[in-house]
């Protein structure tokens, strides 16, 4: 179909038909859209726009054209890479044209790189603006755990890898290893890898599954293609932000990815990363015995030292004889005039005491007692009677007591028939449950004591004695 067949005519004088505007630009849309409904096209990007609403308005351009290029919302994400301006791309499309403006577009449905080159110089921009924003800061690496106890390893589960790490840390630090099996390339990859990185760090105390204390990024050599989904920015992010300490080892020794710039540490094979991630257990053991040894020998040594210093110190000092010779001597004189002094000091006390006694004369007592008589006996009449009365009432409260103490006395109750029953060793017996079968027992009378023995059954005792009450002490 033809333009000119595509466009109704309206009768006009003369030859040419006349069109309106509208059908003109709807005829031109669809005889491009017609003509050309896939497109490859080679370009480099100019002019990205992101819109709110998520679509991606861009221009492609040459060195003699330029074409306006829309990417809806819905393909942004399948896209091999993302638009940025002055990157060499290949996309594939659909012309069509923007009616209201008579402009015509690239409806963009796929996006890769144009080559190694542009890729290089994508990766390039992106490594700048990340190294700007301090994610490459080597203050922000974290120090890798000396003995981890749980490792976390993000990679393919059936490729070579994950058993070159699994034997190597078998053989050199046996731990548990927790695998997050992933795809490690394709549009999927990134993805898939920083969901695992985020995972790893969402484990904590109320999982089944403990939290890693180290986390390795791994896959297998290949080109700049197959490498690719680990240059993903979002990626790179993710493993910047992650709490836990991570080695990325991606590719062979000369490969080199965007997250070896943000990851802790790099490792320039799988293989290596194991190696760097766990210390060897021989090593450790043979270290640990070194270390037990130097400290036994430095032990040795010290007291070595300290005894050489003691003997030196001994060298100087005087002898113990020296020190102690004039004070032994000066004891031996103080011992031998003690005895004569001791004799001295009896001797002149005796003598004292003779001087006292014979001044203790009977009369120089008789006279106080006397002269005290004497006083009483010229007393009043009326206080020599209450005097006697205070006698009187003081001896009859003598005589009293002495009664009270008379019928107190324990062996009060021996002279009306009672007897108290001591044991051999003197102590007194309250009652009969305090006695066992063939106890050797002493009576004492008014008249004397009477030695006893007990008789009886031990069973009917025991039980007397728990089933009798205390009847307390008669005395």
Request: glycine fraction near 8%; hydrophobic fraction near 45%.
């Amino acid at each position: 179909m033809t333009l000119l067949e595509s466009a109704p005519m309206e009768p006009a004088p003369g030859n040419t038909p006349s069109y309106s505007v509208s059908e003109l630009a709807f005829a031109m849309k669809r005889t491009l859209e017609d003509a050309y409904g896939f497109v490859r096209l080679r370009g480099e990007i100019s002019k990205v726009t992101r819109h709110a609403s998520g679509h991606i308005y861009l221009a492609l351009k040459d060195e003699r054209a330029c074409i306006d290029g829309v990417v809806w919302k819905g393909s942004v994400r399948s896209l091999g890479c993302q638009p940025e301006t002055g990157l060499e791309v290949i996309v594939t499309g659909r012309i069509t044209t923007y009616p209201a403006r008579s402009s015509y577009q690239l409806v963009i449905e796929s996006m890769e790189p144009a080559g190694v080159g542009a890729l290089l110089a994508q990766l390039e921009r992106l490594k700048v603006k990340l190294q700007a924003e301090g994610l490459f800061d080597a203050a922000k690496k974290r120090a890798l755990p000396a003995s981890p106890a749980v490792i976390g390893v993000v990679t393919s589960p059936t490729g070579a890898v994950i058993r070159d790490i699994l034997h190597r840390i078998r053989d050199r630090w046996p731990c548990r290893v927790l695998v997050w099996p992933v795809v490690v390339q394709g549009s999927e990859a990134a993805a898939q890898v920083a969901a695992a990185v985020r995972g790893f760090n969402a484990l904590g105390a109320a999982n089944a599954l403990p939290r890693p204390d180290l986390i390795i990024v791994a896959r297998g050599g290949g080109s700049i293609e197959d490498l690719w989904a680990f240059n993903d920015e979002a990626l790179a992010r993710t493993v910047a932000d992650s709490a836990i300490p991570l080695i990325s080892a991606v590719g062979h020794e000369t490969d080199t990815t965007l997250i070896d710039f943000v990851s802790d540490r790099r490792a320039p094979t799988p293989t290596a990363a194991a190696e760097i991630a766990t210390p060897v257990l021989a090593d450790l053991k043979a270290q640990v015995l070194g270390l037990e040894q130097r400290t036994a020998r430095a032990v040795q040594r010290t007291f070595e030292l300290r005894r050489a210093r003691l003997d030196s110190a001994a060298r100087g000092l005087p002898r113990p004889e020296a020190l102690l010779g004039l004070s032994s001597q000066r004891f031996d004189l103080a011992a031998g005039r003690l005895a004569a002094g001791l004799s001295l000091n009896v001797a002149a006390h005796e003598r004292d005491l003779v001087g006292i006694s014979g001044r203790l004369k009977p009369h120089l007592l008789h006279r106080p007692v006397a002269e005290r008589a004497e006083r009483l006996t010229n007393l009043p009449p009326r206080l020599a009677v209450a005097v006697a009365r205070l006698i009187e009432r003081r001896e009859d409260r003598l005589e009293q007591q002495g009664r009270l103490l008379r019928s107190f006395h324990p062996e009060a109750p021996l002279s009306r028939g009672f007897a108290l029953v001591r044991r051999s060793d003197g102590a007194l017996i309250h009652a009969s449950a305090d006695l066992s079968p063939g106890e050797a027992i002493a009576l004492k009378f008014a008249d004397g004591i009477a030695r006893a023995k007990v008789e009886g059954d031990a069973a009917k005792m025991t039980q007397r004695k728990q089933a009798s009450p205390d009847q307390g002490n008669l005395f």
